[in-house]
């Protein structure tokens, strides 16, 4: 079983930044590939940033290529998402997610954080 919780979620202007801190607890965390989801009011839920569990692998919805950023501190059991030029269609509730490969992760994921808010004002 893993536990994840998500933290640095808030409100910020348009072209403004964030970071996701997501820290898990339970089994070996680098044995898990870890990511983001969000999800914007009426719309389904989308994967938006994976990392392999030792971090040698990444994935990036087009949608944040170039400006989010995914990394991991596997001695900290922490995974982050650093967030830049942010627009307000990334206005969404942020879940951070674990699965055990990068492939599984972006299909279905096994665990969930209770999500965070992001709001980006115009």
């Known amino acids: 079983q893993v536990q994840l919780v998500e933290s640095g979620g808030g409100l910020v202007q348009a072209g403004g930044s964030l970071r996701l801190s997501c820290a898990a607890s339970?089994?070996?965390?680098?044995?898990?590939?870890m990511g983001w989801f969000r999800q914007a009011p009426g719309k389904e839920r989308e994967v938006v940033v994976g990392?392999?569990?030792?971090?040698?692998?990444?994935y990036y919805a087009d949608s944040v290529k170039g400006r989010f950023t995914i990394s991991r501190d596997n001695a900290k059991n922490t995974v982050y998402l650093q967030m830049n030029s942010l627009k307000p269609e990334d206005t969404a509730v942020y879940y951070c997610?674990?699965?055990?490969?990068?492939?599984?992760?972006?299909?279905?994921?096994?665990?969930w954080g209770q999500g965070t808010q992001v709001t980006v004002s115009s």
């Open positions: 990392i392999s569990g030792r971090g040698g692998t990444t």
């Open positions: 339970g089994r070996t965390f680098r044995d898990y590939a």
């Open positions: 997610a674990a699965a055990n490969s990068l492939l599984q992760f972006r299909a279905a994921p096994a665990y």
